[in-house]
């Protein structure tokens, strides 16, 4: 996995959510539903195996502070034809500081295939 070598990586990294005003620290390489337990983030989740789309978020700063996708990511995410910045909750590390956005269920930017 890229990121810091594991001497020089912080030991906390901040997660903001800007829309909502809500901000928090969590533990390097925690995932975002890791942290959601614990601060109660504006992320919905269900199936949390990348497949059901519901823990969508947009990735406002910080790409490069996340955990690689994964194929079962990258697929959920094409059959959406989702947006080059949005990532699945679920499947997602934080490496860095990061600026995210919920992507609700309802979103018309979603386009599932028939
Ligand atoms: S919770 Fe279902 S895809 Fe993330």
Not at 102 to 114: A, C, F, L, Q, S
Request: aromatic content about 8%.
């Amino acid at each position: 996995m890229e990121g810091f070598p594991l001497s020089d990586h912080p030991k906390t990294v901040k997660i903001e959510f800007p829309l909502a005003d809500q901000t928090c620290e969590v533990d390097y390489d925690d995932t975002l539903v890791d942290a959601t337990f614990r601060y109660e983030l504006p992320i919905r989740y269900r199936c949390e195996r990348a497949v059901c789309t519901t823990c969508l978020v947009e990735v406002i700063e910080g790409q490069e502070n996340l955990s690689p996708i994964e194929p079962r990511e990258q697929q959920t995410l094409a059959a959406i034809k989702a947006q080059p910045n949005w990532r699945l909750a679920c499947q997602v590390s934080v490496m860095g500081d990061v600026k995210l956005d919920y992507v609700p269920i309802t979103d018309p930017r979603r386009k599932r295939e028939e």
